[in-house]
């Protein structure tokens, strides 16, 4: 099993950015692909980005040209880089991965809220 912890969020103002990080624990190894999802009040959980375990990325319509997904590989951490936020990026964001053969993690959430 692995375990998720995401960190870096908070309040920002439209046109701000922030970068959460994602820490994983547990069987690093058997991790097949790991994304970030997100939450707003009243909807449904959404993916955000992901990244496989080879490094290949891919990202939803809202979050091309201005979110990017990486990965540090030496501190088992994925990152979210957010720019040019806007007040309808106001959400739970989550961090899930896929490890082998078939399990699903998830972290806590971290809040992100942009305001004025």
């Known amino acids: 099993q692995v375990q998720l912890v995401e960190s870096g969020g908070g309040l920002v103002q439209p046109g701000g950015s922030l970068r959460l990080s994602c820490a994983a624990s547990?069987?690093?190894?058997?991790?097949?692909?790991m994304a970030w999802y997100r939450q707003a009040p009243g909807k449904q959980r959404e993916l955000v980005a992901s990244i496989t375990s080879g490094g290949s990325t891919s990202y939803v319509d809202f979050a091309k040209g201005r979110f990017t997904i990486s990965r540090d590989v030496g501190v088992n951490t994925v990152y979210l880089q957010m720019n040019s936020l806007k007040p309808e990026d106001t959400a739970i964001y989550y961090c899930h991965a896929i490890s082998l053969p078939m399990y699903i993690s998830w972290g806590q959430g971290t809040q992100v809220t942009v305001s004025t």
């Open positions: 547990g069987s690093i190894r058997s991790i097949a692909n």
